[in-house]
């Protein structure tokens, strides 16, 4: 496999771009992560996507913020008697969350009106640009929408886990979405490989994006502070409380020890399967990008058992989090690199 060495000097500048885009994507998740694990979400109790790029600039200000924020069932049954200073510290973490989203989509629409500008695009690669731009924005809303599950009329202390999980998994189909396009131009020349294989690097791929979403959801019921012996959770294999009385079938998504044995038990799978499946490819043209996977789901797994016995502190989790979207990337790049020459089609490239 070899790259060719007609890649334009425009080709090259947008793909800096995307590079760009997807780091800042990276941390944003990071930052998001953050802001889940030290209960920060609920700080800032609406939405102003302009005037609310500002932080409070007075003491007044900062009086006027807290003062929405004791009208939360947050502050009401978990924060009660909160000092300013204790505030702020949550809020900046909301802030920064939210500031941070802001310049990506500065980032996007400045890289778009530049290239356009410059007649660098082609009108695929710019449908691609204005879908990139569209999902961030739906990312906003989604944010939103999140935030204000826990705000208003609602005994919720924080944020509801289905919508964290819908939050997080857009985040990581963005970040995808970013490298397909910066994979796509890069003009990449990919081997010619069986139906077979295609199919496996798609089933990695799924699985691995629904053992990040269930870890969204395990992250957001905080199940991972619950049951921190390893291999087993509270001696035994499967918990007595998998399915609890109150939840019944929902103890599969809302339930801490239902979703934290299931996300186990994935990881166990996407473990197991990727190092046969490195096994299985070890001599195929495409074995370094199966070895990459599989010691890169090694890790995780690895990490996730230390985070795990650790009750998960922000340090372990927030590395758990950054290792597993390095993981769905490795997975994607296998998958593009799986589309060889049977069903290769010209990427969407610059002018």
Known sequence: MSETSKITPSAVWVRRWLVLMGLMVYAMILIGGATRLTDSGLSITEWNPVSGALPPLSEHAWEVEFAKYRETSEYQLV??????????????????????????????????????????????????????????????????????????????????????????????????????????????????????????????????????????????????????DWPLMAGEFVPSHYIEQDLGIRSLFEGRAATQFNHRILAYLIWGGSLVAAWLYRKSALKNAFFILAGLVSLQALWGIVTLVHAAPMNLALIHQGIGVIVTLAAVRLVWLSRGPSDYREPASVR
Request: proline share 3%; no cysteine; glycine share 12%.
């Open 79 to 228: 924060n009660k008697g909160m000092s300013l200073a204790e505030f702020q510290q949550i809020f900046w973490w909301e802030w920064g969350h939210r500031f941070f989203g802001r310049m990506i989509g500065l980032v996007a629409v400045l890289g778009l009106v530049g290239f356009a500008v410059r007649k660098w695009l082609t009108p695929r690669l710019t449908l691609q640009i204005v879908m990139l731009i569209a999902l961030g924005g739906l990312q906003g809303a989604i944010g939103w929408w999140m935030v204000a599950s826990g705000i208003g009329e609602t005994t919720r202390v924080d944020v509801a886990p289905y919508r964290l999980m819908t939050h997080f998994t857009l985040a990581l189909l963005i970040i995808v979405y970013i490298a397909w396009l910066w994979l796509g131009l890069g003009e990449k020349l990919r081997p010619r490989v069986s139906p077979a294989t295609k199919f496996l690097t798609m089933i990695l791929l799924a699985a691995i994006f629904l053992q990040m979403a269930a870890g969204a959801l395990v992250a957001g019921l905080d199940a991972g502070r619950s049951y921190n």
